[in-house]
T-cell receptor, first 114, second 115 residues
Framework: GNSVTQMEGPVTLSEEAFLTINCTYTATGYPSLFWYVQYPGEGLQLLLKATKADDKGSNKGFEATYRKETTSFHLEKGSVQVSDSAVYFCALRAVGGATNKLIFGTGTLLAVQP | EAQVTQNPRYLITVTGKKLTVTCSQN?????MSWYRQDPGLGLRQIYYSMNVEVTDKGDVPEGYKVSRKEKRNFPLILESPSPNQTSLYFC??????????????FGSGTRLTVV
């Protein structure tokens, strides 16, 4: 079945450090891939998405590239800020499936220290 | 403002006392869904609805009920809550006709504690 695996946290970085959060997936066909962010005490917000191979999603300085050959969608940011501290979820949505279900990874807590 | 509204935000209840968590969206989305979030498990789908009067089980439906009498509302019902239903719950909605390319809009969450 479809699944998402992302690196376990917490990830602790100093401000202005480079961020990578790994995400790999298993899916039939060509799913859409997403990164969601959850700030403390809030719901999930869509951070970025990619809908086909080699697409690059980007938003707020974050980027992720849909790599079909490695079934990966790693999240990167060149210089993190304290305000980026949050839980990040990788997710996929199977195209053409009957349920339109989003399948999530377990989440990665990012803590950025000043 | 386009949004998904859940109520209440926080709820503490006792085992066996029926409760309802409400969810409403103002975006005319056909698709609505409930998820629970637990540490180390991510988000797991409880129930979903493709449209009015069309609902189906997700991955963890035991102990929950839903209804979809109107397009905008999708309440989650716990007939006899138990401590293992203590969790953070999210409602989400989406257009079905987006051919599966779009993401969801999430509510702010309901933190439920069953004692």
């Amino acid at each position: 079945g479809n699944s998402v695996t992302q690196m376990e946290g917490p990830v602790t970085l100093s401000e202005e450090a480079f961020l990578t959060i790994n995400c790999t997936y298993t899916a039939t066909g060509y799913p859409s891939l997403f990164w969601y962010v959850q700030y403390p005490g809030e719901g999930l917000q869509l951070l970025l998405k990619a809908t086909k191979a080699d697409d690059k999603g980007s938003n707020k300085g974050f980027e992720a590239t849909y790599r079909k050959e490695t079934t990966s969608f790693h999240l990167e940011k060149g210089s993190v800020q304290v305000s980026d501290s949050a839980v990040y979820f990788c997710a996929l949505r199977a195209v053409g499936g009957a349920t339109n279900k989003l399948i999530f990874g377990t989440g990665t807590l990012l803590a950025v220290q000043p | 403002e386009a949004q998904v509204t859940q109520n209440p935000r926080y709820l503490i209840t006792v085992t066996g006392k029926k409760l309802t968590v409400t969810c409403s969206q103002n975006m005319n989305h056909e698709y609505m869904s409930w998820y629970r979030q637990d540490p180390g498990l991510g988000l797991r789908q409880i129930y979903y609805s493709m449209n009015v009067e069309v609902t189906d089980k997700g991955d963890v439906p035991e102990g929950y009920k839903v209804s979809r009498k109107e397009k905008r509302n999708f309440p989650l019902i716990l007939e006899s809550p138990s401590p293992n239903q203590t969790s953070l719950y999210f409602c989400a909605s989406s257009f079905t006709h987006s051919t599966g390319r779009g993401g969801y809009t999430f509510g702010s969450g309901t933190r439920l504690t069953v004692v």
